[in-house]
Structure formats: C-alpha cells, structure tokens
C-alpha cells in the first residue's frame, strides 16, 4: 500500500489535518520557510544577474533532517503551504532543501486549500498540481528588492544617524505617507463656517421663542437646516452672513414649498478582506492589525469546538478577493431561508462584486461553515477569538442577504427669498442589517409624514451655531491600511508587518488609536526623500506592486524588474554616503549639570528623540529627558515653556514649572495674546491662530 506525505506550513494545523486523513497518510511542518537569504551578507550575486544565494535558516536543520526521513518512507509527497505566493515559494524551497526534485520513483505535488476542512483537503488530494514558479518567481522577486533597500540603505542609516535602524520597500514608503499627513496637519489653516437651523412647529399656536405647548414639551418641533435662496446653496461663512440673514427673516412666514417621498436602499456589505477585516476590527473590537492576524490565524490553522474536534473556523486571512465558492453561497443561502426567512436571501444580482479585481485562486474571508454560529463555538473559544469570528461570521452572513429598505422623506420650506430643508427616513425592511451588524443610518419616526405643500409651520426659535474646519484625521491603524491598498502599496501579507515595523522602530507612536510621527520618523523620513526620492515615492513604490504581480501572472520577467531597479538604488547608495551630512547629536553640551557627578550634561539622541545624559557613563549613568526652551512665556503661570515628547514619542509643549502648573499644547504657543478674546495665540505654518477654537481669530504671523 502506498504512502503519502503532506508536509504544512505550521504545526497547528498537523493534528487538525491528520484527523481527516488515513493511517497511510503522515502529515508534518515546516515551521514556514526553510531556507532565505543570509543575514550577514546581501546574498544576491550583482554581479551575475542578481543570482539569489539561497542558505538553510538556522535552527531548522533538525526539522529538515526529519522531513527527509519521512521523504524517504514515503511514495507520493503533497506540498500543502499555504495558498499565496508565499506558501508556493515555501513549496519550493521546500522541493530543493529536500532535493525532492532529484528523487527517483517518488511523485511530488503541490495541494493547496482555501479552508481546513475535510472536504477541502480530500478536494485538494484529488486535484495536486505541479509548482507555480510564476509565483515563486513574484515572491522572489519581492524578496530580493526588499532586501536590496534593506541592506543597502540600513547601513547608511546607521553611519548617518544611529544603529538599530532600518529603510523598506514597504516601510519607508508607508512612513513617508504618515510624515505627509503630519505635515498636512501641521500646516492646515481652519476656516470658519455657520450653521442656521429653525425649529418649527407642525400646530396652530403663538409663534414665540418656544413657549407655550412647544416649551412644555407636548409638541416636538421640526428641526430645519438653513439651505440658501432660488439660486441654489449659500455658504454662511461669518458673522456678517449670518445677522444679514437673520434681518432677511424677520416677520417671514414659513411655508412648506416642496414634499418628495421615496425609497433608498442599503446593499448588504461585501465579506471580507485582509484589508477590510483588519479596518473593521480596529474599528469596532479596537484590535491592532497585527493581532487581528493573529486570532485569525489561529482560527484559520484550527481550534478544538465542542461536539466537533479540532477544525478551522475560518478561511484562509490572507486575500484582497471577495469571491465566494459557489458551495458555501449555497450553503449560506439555504441557512439564511431556514433561519430568518426566504425574503433575507439575496438575489443573484445582489451578490455579485462588481469592480472588483478577483483573483481566482482565493476567496473572501468567511467562516468554514455558516451553521457553526458564534453561540455555537462561544464556550471553545477565547474571549478575543470569539469576537474576531462573530464579526467575521456576522459579515458574511450579511453578505449573502438582501438589502436593507427605507422609506425617505425630504421637505423644502420657504421663509421669505431663503430655503430651509427638513428630511427624515424610517427604515421598513431590516434586510441584513438582521444579524446584528451595526447600522449608521438614522432612523426617524417619520414626524414629516403630515406636512403638504402650501401648509404654513410656526417658527419656534433661530438658532445660529459657529464652526470651524477641521484639519486632516490623523491616521490609525486603520486607516493606514486603507490608505495603503488604495494607493496600491504592499499587498494583504504585508500591512500588519509594516505597521509593527514603524512602532517597532520608534519612527511611529501610537496614541489611543492615532499614529504620530515621532523626532526619529521624522528625521529618517526626511534623508529618503532627500537621498532616495523613488523609493519613498508612493506612485513608483504601487508601480513596482504592479510589476510584481505581473511576475506572478507571467507577463513580467522577474531578472528584468531586478535589474532595472538595482543600479538606480547603487548610484543613490554611493551618492548618500558621499554628500549626506551626519545628523547625530551625541557630543552637544547642554547648560544642565549633572546633580550626581557634576559634569555638564550632553544632548544624546534615543527612540524618542533627544535626552540628557551624563557623559561620564559608565560610571555614572544619569539621564533626564531633554527640554528645549522655545523663549515663549507660559500663558498660565509666566515660566518659560519648553518643548517636550509624550511617553511615546509625540512633540508638545508644556511649562518648564510643571508638575506645579499643568499648562500644555500640541500647538507651538506665539507668546502673542488673542485681540478679540484674549487667549494665548499659536503658531500655524505662515498664521497665528486663537488657542479658543470657539473664538476662530487668525492672522498673517507678521501682522502681529
């Protein structure tokens, strides 16, 4: 009888796997890749087209050596890593650490599997393959240039500024999108705007500033917005506006001009992505990226739930595709219809991605088996693992069901020469939205329902409202990985190591859920654009994803893409070591003696940008955090301020007498006082702005 070998990638998913196989099958791991580049040199031979010099990674000669032994007992070996460009070329380094390419009277083939289930890995059995070297070739080919700008650039890095730091493809590309944002942020002038709202009332009754029954509470008024005239929208963007508007209105009747009703539909969401998955469990669960891939892995490689042994929940995490097997939507249809009603299953129309690029060989992410619910595997789970797959289970769910309905109603009201707009929907059909998915649509109780055109309302009260813009959002985590796959940048495996790769570089801390650039980001960000302005470049680093994945469909020759980018990054390598200035800071004295030796402190540079240290280290080890003075009085107690960092990196400025007086902002202060109200001013790019974003005063900074 004929024995067969499949080897995986990690070994959570042996036992779950072996379950679903014979005694004639022996399954084994990996532990991932086997072989790579070696660390103490490039590793890729430039000077014979870029020839990678492939070694085994240390530590995992004993599981090598185990692998050939079962090779060995083995007739037939099925490499089953996972199904991405990855897992292929796993599969082939695989092939050639165990010269399974060499061996005679034994068959080789690659399986892959979307799911861990049964009948996905007998499914698997049944259709092996020979190795995808276009794949291989794409993930290669990635591997290569990161390593190019990683060992070429790194070391630059450490000669000019400090060692432990590191320049990516990926990475460098990523931290100069956050540095561009900080800089939008930083250099964003607010602008004032006005909101105008009346409430009105739907009875006959006194028009007064809202008493009567109206104060009393009997009768809800009917919140108007301000809308503009006949010509269309008018924009209230001072005082001025708003107190011209007011006149106009004086004594004006207010009559109901125009009522439309009607019917809006909310389609079901899409299941999910590695991209969509990671946003929405930032989002609702606050999970970092890096530890939604983490619970979804392990509900992926398999958990231990009741009544069903070891199983994998979920499939495979790693995909941009919303495609849906045709099984499983049939599966999900059937469930839908027994469980909440034929009229919550979608229709074919609805279930269909439109403009979406699917890749074939991968599916969205959903879980393996729709009647497992949340409820069901609640008590096998951990907390965490739980919530993960509920939201992912929830999604898809909602995927596979019809549209949300609501009924809509929109009032046009006419005071004088001026418009107000009343508007107001109630949902009628809860569609999807039946699983529990959260939904951001109001819904009203329809209180316009007995308002007709011509009827006259009573005027309640005016109420005027000042605002003012708001700059760019900080990015999360979230949206970060948004960002990134809109801009084409890196691909689903690469999001969560990227971001964890800033943190861990001290080049971005993370606040609540905001990432902020830190004095170290900023600093590195600033010699790659100087010295390496395409690989920071966003457009060229989503041109070089493009590329890749035209080596892993086979229209671009992986050497080519190689040696087209290699000799640009060498010259600007040699360029940068040349003319790029030193910015370390080690040997600056400061006016600050050390109060345990006496020794003037100097100004040293860390993770978190600068600090004191006594220069007599090692015998004396002191160090206090640095502050700059920025000659600007403290609006609240008159010391100076100081420039300081937040415990993970953040600039902010603060009183040199804290913890005495608490004053702080994130906003450099003038050391000029507000006009209008008196609030301590502060710096905006070429402006000063009024710390009272309630006051909105700002000026040209040399006018003050």
Not at 209 to 221: D, E, L, N, Q
Request: glycine share 8%; net charge neutral; hydrophobic share 35%.
């Amino acid at each position: 009888m004929a024995k067969y070998l499949v080897i995986v990638e990690s070994p959570a998913k042996v036992k779950t796997i072996k379950k679903f196989l014979g005694s004639s099958y022996e399954v084994d791991a990996s532990g991932g890749h086997v072989r790579d580049l070696p660390k103490s040199q490039l590793g890729i031979d430039v000077e014979h087209d870029y020839e990678p010099k492939y070694i085994t990674i240390r530590g995992k000669g004993d599981i090598l050596a185990k692998l050939r032994k079962e090779v060995k007992k083995a007739d037939v070996i099925y490499l089953a890593t996972d199904p991405d460009r990855e897992g292929e070329a796993i599969s082939w380094h695989l092939m050639k650490a165990l010269k399974l390419d060499e061996a005679e009277g034994k068959k080789v083939y690659r399986i892959s599997f979307n799911e861990i289930t049964k009948n996905a890995v007998k499914t698997s059995l049944k259709e092996p393959r020979q190795l995808d070297m276009n794949l291989v070739d794409a993930q290669q080919t990635r591997r290569i240039l990161d390593r190019m700008v990683g060992y070429r650039i790194s070391p630059l890095l450490w000669a000019k500024v400090k060692r432990g730091l590191s320049a990516g493809r990926v990475q460098s590309a990523a931290l100069r999108m956050i540095c561009d944002r900080e800089e939008e942020i930083e250099a964003f002038i607010p602008d004032e705007y006005w909101e105008l709202e009346a409430d009105l009332l739907d009875t006959p009754g006194p028009a007064d500033s809202g008493t009567g029954a109206a104060r009393k509470g009997r009768i809800k008024p009917l919140t108007a917005r301000f809308y503009g005239d006949g010509k269309g929208r008018v924009e209230l963007t001072s005082r001025e506006d708003v107190d011209k508007i007011l006149a106009a209105l004086k004594d004006c009747r207010y009559v109901v001009d125009e009522v439309k009703k009607g019917e809006r539909v909310k389609k079901a969401p899409l299941p999910f992505t590695t991209s969509t998955l990671q946003q929405e469990a930032s989002r609702s669960l606050n999970f970092s990226t890096q530890k939604t891939m983490r619970l979804a892995q392990q509900l992926y490689e398999g958990v231990t739930v009741k009544g069903y042994g070891t199983i994998g929940l979920i499939t495979y995490l790693r995909t941009d595709s919303t495609r849906v097997a045709e099984e499983a939507a049939a599966a999900a249809r059937a469930y839908i219809g027994e469980t909440y009603g034929l009229q919550y299953v979608a229709g074919e129309e609805a279930r269909k991605a439109k403009g979406v690029k699917i890749q074939d060989a991968h599916e969205a992410i959903r879980p393996t088996d729709i009647r497992l619910t949340p409820a069901q595997v609640k008590d096998s789970l951990d907390r965490d693992q739980f919530r993960l797959y509920q939201l992912i289970w929830k999604r898809f769910a909602a995927s596979r069901m019809s549209s949300a309905v609501y009924t809509t109603m929109t009032v046009k009201v006419k005071a004088g020469e001026y418009y107000f707009n009343l508007s107001a929907a109630r949902r009628v059909f809860d569609g999807y939205l039946c699983t529990g998915i959260e939904d951001d649509e109001k819904d009203d109780d329809l209180s316009l329902e007995n308002l007709t055109e011509g009827k006259e309302l009573k005027l309640s009260q005016l109420r005027e409202s000042q605002h003012f813009t708001q700059p760019p959002a900080h990015f999360t985590e979230a949206s970060l990985v948004k960002a990134l796959e809109e801009e084409g940048i890196g691909r689903p495996s690469t999001y969560a190591p990227t971001i964890t790769t800033l943190l861990g570089r001290r080049y971005v801390a993370r606040e609540k859920k905001n990432l902020y650039v830190t004095e170290l980001g900023e600093v590195v960000n600033r010699i790659m654009k100087e010295n390496f302005p395409s690989i920071v470049d966003v457009k060229f680093t989503a041109n070089m994803e493009y590329l890749l994945d035209g080596v892993g469909d086979g229209s671009v020759d992986w050497k080519t893409v190689v040696r087209n980018f290699y000799p640009d990054l060498d010259e600007a390598v040699k360029a940068a070591e040349k003319d790029q200035q030193s910015v370390t800071i080690e040997d600056e004295l400061s006016d600050e003696i050390c109060e345990l030796c006496g020794r003037r402190m100097v100004i040293k540079y860390g993770p978190h940008g600068k600090f004191l240290a006594c220069p007599g280290f090692p015998e004396c080890k002191n160090t206090k955090p640095y502050l700059e003075k920025i000659g600007v009085p403290c609006p609240k107690c008159g010391g100076e301020l100081v420039e300081k960092k937040t415990r993970k990196g953040r600039r902010y400025y603060g009183c040199e007498n804290s913890p005495e007086c608490d004053f702080m902002s994130w906003q450099k202060p003038s050391g000029t006082r507000c006009p209008k109200c008196g609030s301590y001013m502060v710096e905006k790019g070429s402006k000063l702005l009024c710390s009272n974003e309630t006051c909105g005063y700002s000026v040209n900074a040399g006018e003050m």
